[in-house]
T-cell receptor, first 108, second 119 residues
């Protein structure tokens, strides 16, 4: 079992739908990242969370430290949101442990 | 946010040659840089961690003589793939972190990645 598990692995939705991607982890962490990787490969850090909730535009990220669970939500999804979303946790010493990623496809 | 620049974005090289990939932090001093490798449709795999001025720490199974990492300054780390082989073809990506008052030391900033093809 991976230390960081994401679900679903693949998600296809229609433009405008509300999207939720989940991340569960089994280790103690100092912080959790949500990352976005576009087909070209570059990675963008969307959020860094250690508690609570953060919002940036149509993106919302939440984390429950007690339950070791985080969610990434996308409201009013758009085809340009199509990408791989990766959950990664910091396990001390600045080392990141990555989930396997969720491939999101938003159809027009 | 902070910017990490990785160069080149794509490189094709012949078997047996060496390829150098650069990772620069443009607007902050990166105390630690990480090198990752990503296979198609797989997640990132940490290859090594480098701290400025000291030897890199390699993950188990990563050949340090094949993947040479140099972190000579607080803004530059390089990964050199020596005696490249077709099985080294992959996507390589760096990230940098910063410890200081302006940014938390758990912030990570990623380069754009380098797609290496060895023919």
């Amino acid at each position: 079992k991976n230390e960081v598990e994401q679900s679903p692995q693949n998600l296809t939705a229609q433009e405008g739908e509300f999207i939720t991607i989940n991340c569960s982890y089994s280790v103690g962490i100092s912080a959790l990242h949500w990352l976005q990787q576009h087909p070209g490969g570059g990675i963008v850090s969307l959020f860094m969370l250690s508690s609570g909730k953060k919002k940036h535009g149509r993106l919302i990220a939440t984390i429950n430290i007690q339950e070791k669970h985080s969610s990434l939500h996308i409201t009013a999804s758009h085809p340009r949101d199509s990408a791989v979303y990766i959950c990664a946790v910091f396990q001390g010493a600045q080392k990141l442990v990555f989930g396997q990623g969720t491939r999101l496809t938003i159809n027009p | 946010g902070a910017v990490v620049s990785q160069h080149p974005s794509r490189v094709i090289c012949k078997s047996g040659t060496s390829v150098k990939i650069e990772c620069r932090s443009l607007d902050f001093q990166a105390t630690t840089m990480f090198w990752y490798r990503q296979f198609p449709k797989k997640s990132l795999m940490l290859m090594a961690t480098s701290n400025e001025g000291s030897k890199a720490t390699y993950e188990q199974g990563v050949e340090k003589d094949k993947f040479l990492i140099n972190h000579a300054s607080l803004t530059l780390s390089t990964l050199t793939v020596t005696s490249a082989h077709p099985e080294d073809s992959s996507f390589y990506i760096c990230s940098a972190s910063y410890s200081g008052p302006r940014l938390l030391n758990t912030e990570a900033f990623f380069g754009q990645g380098t797609r290496l093809t060895v023919v």
